[in-house]
T-cell receptor, first 120, second 113 residues
Framework: AQKVTQAQTEISVVEKEDVTLDCVYE???????LFWYKQPPSGELVFLIR??????QNEISGRYSWNFQKSTSSFNFTITASQVVDSAVYFC?????????????????FGKGTLLTVNP | DTGVSQNPRHKITKRGQNVTFRCDPI?????LYWYRQTLGQGPEFLTY????????KSRLLSDRFSAERPKGSFSTLEIQRTEQGDSAMYLC???????????FGPGTRLLVL
């Protein structure tokens, strides 16, 4: 069964610092997708980034960047020059076909989240 | 482009009452998912629809829970005989196809007294 682990429960930084959120996943599928979502205090989950299992190229999108390494099953997410508005809970999630359930569900399995607080 | 909407946003009910939540997905998204999130946890999968067909239900979905998606448009999630343990945020997400990104609605926060 798929599993996502976010070892960091809470992180506190000062504005303009860089911060990296860790994510480790487990899956039996060879094709899967990894995501980061942000959940501000309002509660709505906001999609941030997505990566396919067959593409390990790391990218930068604005202040966001990610490091995907299949060898260590990790999908870490970095915010550069953090801002107070970045304060939220960040979730790493895994989507796969689901070999144990017919191979088509692509449901999301989430980690427990990391609470990021950016102080002014 | 309208996002996923959910109603109501908040619901307070007494134990034993029935409640129904509604989710309107992004137009033309044929996949619709329901998740439940309790305090301090990540969302957990409940069920999903491909158009109007409900294709999988989690073991979390007891027989007091039922979901529908008539005509493959909006979906409803009903909880009968609510229990205090049902208190949670119920999240709906939709995606264009099975491999596409799921976009979430604002959620319905349920409190069972």
């Amino acid at each position: 069964a798929q599993k996502v682990t976010q070892a960091q429960t809470e992180i506190s930084v000062v504005e303009k610092e860089d911060v990296t959120l860790d994510c480790v996943y487990e899956t039996r599928d060879t094709t899967y997708y990894l995501f980061w979502y942000k959940q501000p205090p309002s509660g709505e989950l906001v999609f941030l980034i997505r990566r396919n299992s067959f593409d390990e190229q790391n990218e930068i999108s604005g202040r966001y960047s990610w490091n995907f390494q299949k060898s260590t099953s990790s999908f870490n997410f970095t915010i550069t020059a953090s801002q107070v508005v970045d304060s939220a809970v960040y979730f790493c999630a895994l989507s796969e076909a689901g070999v144990d359930s017919g191979g088509s569900n692509y449901k999301l399995t989430f980690g427990k989240g990391t609470l990021l607080t950016v102080n002014p | 482009d309208t996002g996923v909407s959910q109603n109501p946003r908040h619901k307070i009910t007494k134990r034993g009452q029935n409640v129904t939540f509604r989710c309107d997905p992004i137009s033309e998204h044929n996949r619709l998912y329901w998740y439940r999130q309790t305090l301090g946890q990540g969302p957990e999968f409940l069920t999903y629809f491909q158009n109007e067909a409900q294709l999988e239900k989690s073991r979390l979905l007891s027989d007091r829970f039922s979901a529908e998606r008539p005509k493959g448009s909006f979906s409803t999630l009903e909880i009968q005989r609510t229990e205090q343990g049902d208190s949670a945020m119920y999240l709906c997400a939709s995606s264009l196809t099975r491999r596409e990104t799921q976009y979430f609605g604002p959620g319905t926060r349920l409190l069972v007294l």
